[in-house]
Nanobody
């Protein structure tokens, strides 16, 4: 059973930056496309960025040009560099593969506020 552990969230002012990390247990991480998802209060969870095992990357329009996803297969870790943060980026951020999902981790909370 793969376990996902997200970290790196926090409180940041608008325009600030954060770098999120997600480490997966096990040794099958490298074979899957990994994504960062977020869920704001009252909203559904949405996919904001994904990176395939061949390096192909896609972003949601709402984060394009501001967020950068990357992965380190040797460390079973996926990262999300978030720059120029906006209040609407406030959410709990999760990583997971695409459907079908592994069990969700606890997420890491990002709050963008002055």
């Amino acid at each position: 059973q793969v376990q996902l552990v997200e970290s790196g969230g926090g409180l940041v002012q608008p325009g600030g930056s954060l770098r999120l990390s997600c480490k997966a247990s096990g040794n099958i991480f490298s074979t899957f496309t990994m994504g960062w998802y977020r869920q704001a209060p009252g909203n559904q969870r949405e996919l904001v960025a994904r990176v395939a095992n061949d390096g192909f990357i896609r972003y949601a329009d709402s984060v394009k040009g501001r967020f950068t996803i990357s992965r380190d297969n040797a460390e079973n870790t996926v990262y999300l560099q978030m720059n120029s943060l906006k209040p609407e980026d406030t959410a709990v951020y999760y990583c997971n593969k695409l459907l079908p999902f592994w069990p969700w981790g606890q997420g890491t909370r990002v709050t963008v506020s002055s």
